[in-house]
Structures are given as structure tokens and as C-alpha cells.
């Protein structure tokens, strides 16, 4: 019965095209206004520490909190809005402003009294160096 009743739509109802229509009216319909989480982080790892940038250009260094949980790094923080005058009317308004909350996943512990943060030209840098019970020991082999 259910086919039935769909094939006499016939190709005017598509279940798929009507997901498109959803997922473009919430979301837009180019790359470009697709929802990123802010902000964008790279994580990389050299020799025993490992490197985290964000961009987070319009922050104040003293809005924005860094805590450190096991092997997870938590960017907290808030970028206030331009301030404009009462009569003035937005031609376009695609800067983002607001409260922003990122955890990121870490490749291993940290020490975590030996991080260092630092801001510059908008761009936070987080050198996180391995903790010692992560690093690897060398075993030696000895023979009888």
C-alpha cells in the first residue's frame, strides 16, 4: 500500500530533496556559510611537546581562559560586539561576536605547570610539553 500511495507522487515528492531543503534553510547554501566551530584550532607535535594555535583575532588576552584536564585542553573566552551608534543600520554583519567554549583532544598528558601561552597578532600559541610518565624509557638489555 505505502508504495502505492508514493508512486502516485511520482517523482513530485523526494525525500531526499526535501532533506536538502532543510539542511540549506538552516544552514545555508555554499561552502562559505557552513557552521565552523570557533575557533578553528591546529595541533601539531614536535620532539616532546605538543603545539596548539587558534585565531581568535577581536579577544582580549584576559577574556580568554585555558584549563587542562588529563589529555584534554579546554579554550574558553568572549569577543565583544563593534560598538556602533543607535542610528545606525547594518548593510552587512558577518563578524562574530559572543561567547565561545572549544575542547580539544590532546595526543598525550601534559605538564602542566610548565605550558606556556602566549598571544600575538590575534593568534593564541600553546606550547604543551609532554609529562614525564608519558615520555618513553629506554630499557636496557642485559645479558648473562
Known amino acids: 500500500m505505502l508504495w502505492s500511495d508514493l508512486e502516485r507522487f511520482g517523482s513530485f515528492w523526494d525525500p531526499w530533496q526535501e532533506f536538502e531543503r532543510m539542511r540549506r534553510s538552516l544552514f ?63 548593510h552587512r554583519r558577518e563578524r562574530w561576536y559572543g561567547q565561545f567554549s572549544k575542547i580539544i583532544d590532546l595526543p598525550f598528558s601534559v605538564e602542566v605547570n610548565k605550558v606556556e601561552a602566549r598571544f600575538k597578532n590575534g593568534v593564541l600559541y600553546l606550547e604543551l610539553p609532554r609529562a614525564e610518565a608519558e615520555k618513553p624509557k629506554k630499557i636496557s638489555v642485559k645479558s648473562e
Open 28 to 90: 545555508g547554501d555554499g561552502w562559505a556559510s557552513t557552521v565552523v566551530e570557533f575557533p578553528a584550532v591546529n595541533v601539531w607535535v614536535r620532539d616532546d611537546n605538543a603545539v596548539v594555535t587558534t585565531e581568535i583575532p577581536g579577544v582580549e588576552p584576559k577574556s580568554v581562559d585555558i584549563s587542562i584536564t588529563g589529555k584534554s585542553l579546554t579554550l574558553r573566552g568572549s569577543r565583544e560586539p563593534e560598538e556602533g551608534q543607535e542610528e545606525d543600520i547594518y
